[in-house]
């Protein structure tokens, strides 16, 4: 969004930096987590699913998890 907005613009780029706006002035924000297709929001119906309908895409990102040292002693 700040990329349509002209240069200097005051528009934070994180969440972290609008969050630490936010809330000193009293306001409160809620996350919503979004499709990583931009199908759909997951709130109200939606809130509970862990794929989307449309695409089938899981709604959270996948760890992956490498253990040093351990692939030498496999064999």
Known sequence: MSDM???GNPLPTRNYDAKNI???MGMK???IHVCPNDCMLYKKEFDKLHQ???CGISRYK???VSIVGVTDNLM
């Open 5 to 7: 907005l002209l240069e």
């Open 22 to 24: 936010l809330c000193p």
């Open 29 to 31: 924000y809620k996350k």
């Open 52 to 54: 989307c309908p449309q």
């Open 62 to 64: 996948k760890k992956y």
